[in-house]
């Protein structure tokens, strides 16, 4: 059994910073990825990494997130700069291949 676990949320105001984590429990992803889900709308893909290098983002936080990964400890982050409101969701984290997701952690911007 492979888990995800993600941790970082939390609240902050309008042009703060955060940065989430998701820690693989085995070495086994090709692409790692983020996703958010926002009350009342559907999940969305915000970033991905493969293979620790190539990178794809969202067009809503090009510019101010930043996805990376640390081979040697599994773990995949999403540095989150100048946030908005709009970025308020649930973040989850994906593993390619497999399709594993974790358990989510709450990202709340306020105005």
């Known amino acids: 059994q492979v888990q995800l676990v993600e941790s970082g949320g939390g609240s902050v105001q309008a042009g703060g910073s955060l940065r989430l984590s998701c820690a693989a429990s085995?070495?086994?992803?090709?692409?790692m990825a983020w996703y958010r889900q926002a009350p009342g709308k559907q999940r969305e893909s915000v970033a991905s990494?493969?293979?620790?290098?190539?990178?794809v983002y969202a067009d809503s936080v090009k510019g101010r997130f930043t996805i990376s990964r640390d081979n040697a400890k599994n773990t995949a982050y999403l540095q989150m700069n100048n946030l908005k409101p709009e970025d308020t969701a649930v973040y989850y984290c994906?593993?390619?291949?497999?399709?594993?997701w974790g358990q989510g952690t709450q990202v709340t911007v306020s105005s």
């Open positions: 994906r593993g390619l291949p497999g399709g594993y």
């Open positions: 085995r070495s086994i992803f090709s692409i």
């Open positions: 990494i493969l293979n620790g290098v190539n990178t």
